[in-house]
């Protein structure tokens, strides 16, 4: 279960940076996404012929940021994470589509990365402060 803090600072923001990588050469890319709270995850649009959907495609590890841009080192916020790429199911799509409703007009292909872990940097709740969360499979 993610605590609240870090649940309120996914639903609070819509871009990730994901990480890919094939044959030993990462690669970044910029996405919008959704979070699904109750089951960890971050739901986002994408083609699987762009250079990350495929990477995803051919190594489903990947990995990314989520970060609060401020000059003020009180308030800096930001999320690393590690997951799972896969095919967004219905209930993913519905997640998708409540956020960004506009972009039922252009039929997207959506993806699901399943938070297997987290670090979530919190500056406002003290310097430094990092809360972490590791998905345990029963």
Known sequence: MLESSIVRFLKKHHLLSLCTCKDNTPYCANCFYAFKEEEARLIIATDATTRHGSEALLNVHVSGTIALETNIIGKIQGVQFCG???????????????RFP?????????????????????NTLGFGTKLEFRRIEP
């Open 84 to 98: 799972t790429y896969e095919k967004a199911d219905k209930e993913d799509e519905k997640t998708y589509f409540k």
């Open 102 to 122: 506009y972009a039922l007009a252009m039929s997207p292909s959506l993806w699901s990365i399943r938070i297997d872990t987290l670090k979530f940097t919190d």
